[in-house]
């Protein structure tokens, strides 16, 4: 019995040992990307900040409030809901937090929605609980690029514009530190309307209809730089949750071997001292007993 238990007690070492090897290079992958990613964030944010305080310029014009893009439905009949998660799991709550933060903004909405999925994760989730779903993506999660965004805005817009939705949100995780993700909502369509930003104190001065016929090319911009920067946030948080996870299971790993290692060394201490009993009573079976030595004295 003791020997087959420490086969068995090897054979999870081993085990444990080859699934150890996969988690420490999976989390070293995560954190080789992990830099590439949080420097597409920062190179896209200086785009993404010029591109939204010359929408808000313009935007400050009374002729502009009738575009299509940002201007409010009377009545929200169907909300439209991006949501950007992963296409594979091993990433911890990454994909759980997302698909739980989208749930309860359809839930906050109490209105019909149709979702816009970002991830396979996500698509499996939603699909299996039966909410619409209006497009899916795959193939978009690990390193997201400008085709994605403007394929994944030329989408919402159509459907906005159709009179699809009627409102779009979009759920992402927010990069705050290699430490620090957030699944946040915020409203993608109708675009926000803000005041005129600092660096362009005078504003534009343009031609009667001018505003309009630029916010035709710069509205749909827009919206692909703010999808564009949530995907490239959405990437660089999905990689440092698995940089964590996987971090997680290979010290846990460590942990586990050191205990089975110390599950078999007490396993084979006992073998061995059951042996040396056998050994020691096998002895003393075979050792002559006094009355036999007595019996084989010679008489004097």
């Given amino acids: 019995m003791p020997a087959a238990e420490l ?30 990613a949080q420097q597409r964030v920062v190179a896209a944010r200086t785009y993404t900040e010029e591109i939204t305080r010359i929408i808000a310029n313009l935007t400050a014009s009374a002729e502009a409030g009738d575009h299509p893009l940002l201007r409010p439905r009377d009545e929200i009949r169907r909300m439209g809901v991006v949501v950007l998660a992963a296409d594979r799991g091993l990433a911890g709550a990454y994909n759980a937090n997302v698909v739980r ?29 039966g909410y619409e779903i209006h497009r899916a993506y795959g193939g978009m999660s690990d390193s997201p690029g400008p ?26 995780t927010q990069f705050l530190s290699l430490g620090t993700q957030r699944a946040a909502v915020r409203r993608l369509l109708p675009v926000e309307r803000f005041g005129p930003q600092p660096g362009c104190a005078g504003g534009y001065e343009l031609e009667p209809g001018e505003p309009m016929a630029i916010l035709d090319r710069l509205l749909p911009r827009y919206v692909e730089a703010r999808l564009f920067a949530a995907l490239l946030d959405a990437s660089a948080s999905e990689y440092a949750a698995r ?11 460590d942990d586990l071997v ?24 096998g002895a003393e079976a075979l050792r002559p007993s006094d009355a036999d030595e007595s019996e084989e004295r010679p008489w004097r």
């Fill in 243 to 253: 940089q964590r996870a996987m971090k997680a299971a290979t010290d846990n790993a």
């Fill in 147 to 172: 085709d994605d965004a403007h394929r994944l805005a030329a989408d919402v817009i159509a459907a906005y514009e159709q009179g699809a939705v009627d409102a779009v949100d979009l759920v992402a």
């Fill in 7 to 36: 086969r068995q007690l090897q054979r999870r070492i081993r085990s444990v040992q080859s699934t150890r090897k996969i988690t420490r290079a999976m989390e070293m992958i995560a954190t080789s990307r992990i830099v590439k």
């Fill in 101 to 129: 933060r989208a749930e309860a903004d359809i839930r906050s909405t109490d209105r019909p929605a149709r979702l816009f999925l970002v991830g396979r994760k996500a698509e499996s989730h939603f699909r299996h609980r």
């Fill in 258 to 281: 050191t205990s089975l290692r110390r599950s078999a060394n007490q396993v084979r201490q006992a073998e061995i001292t059951t042996e040396i009993m056998e050994i020691v009573g």
